[in-house]
């Protein structure tokens, strides 16, 4: 059964960093890319990039180039999303989700991590 | 960046009724399309790749059709399991991209 557990919830003053951690299990990690999703309190979901688990290729959303850093550990089949320089614009459940081949669909998902940014 | 617009914004459906959600993309996507549905305080869940193939373990009440830039995901038979909201996205180019949703409630 593939499965994506997620780190538990930050709550961290601005200007700070945070690191989140997806730990996957049940298929082959380093045949896959996973992508990181950005969804605040009743808004629409965006894409923040994806990292191919084999390689730690990446792809980024301009939007957020700058703010996020992916990275994977093979070893131990997680990723690893660094979100920098924190604002209350920051705050948001963030998602990672495993992302197919062509034609780049997300059909496995964490369970999302609530990130507030707050003094 | 394709802007994906979703209709309707929210819609109600009694027992048994079908509905339909549309989504058009800004510029054609080649069937680069899926649909998520979302409960809340959860994470979507995938019902729909390649504009009209059925996730695994989705029921079969659930189909999407469409092409170029205009998809449509229809739900025949509404149950109340089926109330959340329902999302395209497109994976035809980066950045990847997702409709604003449709909210979804049983009448």
């Known amino acids: 059964e593939v499965q994506l557990q997620q780190s538990g919830a930050e709550l961290v003053k601005p200007g700070a960093s945070v690191k989140l951690s997806c730990k996957t299990s049940?298929?082959?990690?380093?045949?896959?890319?996973m992508s990181w999703l950005k969804q605040m309190p009743g808004q629409n979901i965006e894409w923040i990039g994806n990292?191919?688990?084999?390689?730690?290729?990446?792809g980024y959303n301009q939007k957020f180039k700058g703010k996020a850093t992916l990275t994977v550990d093979k070893s131990s089949s997680t990723a690893y999303m660094d979100l920098s320089s924190l604002t209350s614009e920051d705050s948001a459940v963030y998602f990672c989700?495993?992302?197919?081949?062509?034609?780049?669909?997300?059909?496995?998902w964490g369970q999302g991590v609530m990130v507030t940014v707050s003094s | 960046d394709i802007q994906m617009t979703q209709s309707p914004h929210s819609l109600s459906a009694s027992l048994g009724e079908t509905v339909s959600i549309e989504c058009l993309a800004s510029e054609g996507i080649s069937n680069y399309l899926a649909w998520y549905q979302q409960k809340p305080g959860k994470s979507p869940q995938l019902l729909i790749y390649y504009a009209s193939s059925l996730q695994d373990g989705v029921p079969s009440r659930f189909s999407g059709s469409g092409s170029g830039t205009q998809y449509s995901l229809k739900i025949s038979n509404m149950q109340p399991e089926d109330e959340g909201v329902y999302y395209c996205q497109q994976g035809y180019k980066y950045p990847y991209t997702f409709g604003a949703g449709t909210k979804l409630e049983l009448k």
């Open positions: 990292i191919y688990g084999g390689n730690g290729g990446t």
């Open positions: 049940g298929y082959t990690f380093s045949n896959y890319y």
């Open positions: 989700a495993r992302m197919s081949g062509r034609p780049h669909y997300f059909d496995y």
